[in-house]
């Protein structure tokens, strides 16, 4: 089985800094990663997704992640976020890419001025 | 293009009541999966109709029913609410049809159970 864990629940971050956020997966069989965002009161949006190719993935808003297989981790950065960054991430694996999709506890994203 | 959308907004039921949330996909779609959100957690996923038919079902008891309709809108019907029930009910659509497959998620249904 699959499952997703993110290993802060908060990072508060000042406006301009750099920010990570970690995710691990654990699964059996190869696994497509999504990060998506979600903002107060809102669905979710994508960021970025890894389905195969180049381990460094570019999606919106000038977000990154990076997938490391030996690691099982798919960390998000972005080298500098802006206070309309803040909301909440939630890392995700599927087994295909319809599929259903298994989510991480997520983590609250806080930018301060 | 319309986007996903899901109603009603919010709801309050009392224990025990049966409740009904519905979803219209994005045009084209074929498919619509079912997330519950508790405050604070990622999305569970409950069940994801294709073409009418149930295509997947996580692991909810038998009181989370579902139905797609010809259109592939979908009805989410909870029977015998519990107090745990209470979370946020998100909808996604995609199309199995159309290669990469990305679900794309409705803003949600706040359900409270009293």
């Known amino acids: 089985a699959q499952s997703v864990t993110q290993l802060d629940s908060q990072v508060p971050v000042f406006e301009e800094a750099p920010v990570e956020l970690r995710c691990n997966y654990s699964?059996?069989?190869?696994?497509?990663l999504f990060w998506y965002v979600q903002y107060p009161n809102q669905g979710l949006q994508l960021l970025l997704k890894y389905l195969s190719g180049s381990t460094l993935v570019k999606g919106i808003n000038g977000f990154e992640a990076e997938f490391n297989k030996s690691q099982t981790s798919f960390h998000l950065r972005k080298p500098s976020v802006h206070i309309s960054d803040t909301a909440e991430y939630f890392c995700a694996v599927s087994m295909n890419q319809g599929g259903k999709l298994i989510f991480g506890q997520g983590t609250e994203l806080s930018v301060k001025p | 293009e319309t986007g996903v959308t899901q109603s009603p907004t919010h709801l309050i039921k009392t224990r025990g009541q049966q409740v009904t949330l519905r979803c219209s996909s994005q045009?084209?779609?074929?498919?619509v999966s079912w997330y519950q959100q508790a405050l604070g957690q990622g999305p569970q996923f409950i069940f994801q109709?294709?073409?009418?038919?149930?295509?997947g079902r996580g692991n909810f008891p038998p009181r989370f029913s579902g139905l797609q309709f010809p259109n592939y809108s979908s009805e989410l019907n909870v029977n015998a609410l519990e107090l745990d029930d209470s979370a946020l009910y998100l909808c996604?659509?995609?199309?199995?049809?159309?290669?990469?497959?990305?679900?794309?998620f409705g803003p949600g249904t706040r359900l409270t159970v009293l």
């Open positions: 109709y294709y073409r009418e038919e149930e295509n």
């Open positions: 699964s059996s069989v190869s696994v497509y």
């Open positions: 045009s084209g779609h074929n498919t």
């Open positions: 996604a659509s995609s199309s199995w049809d159309r290669g990469y497959n990305e679900q794309f």
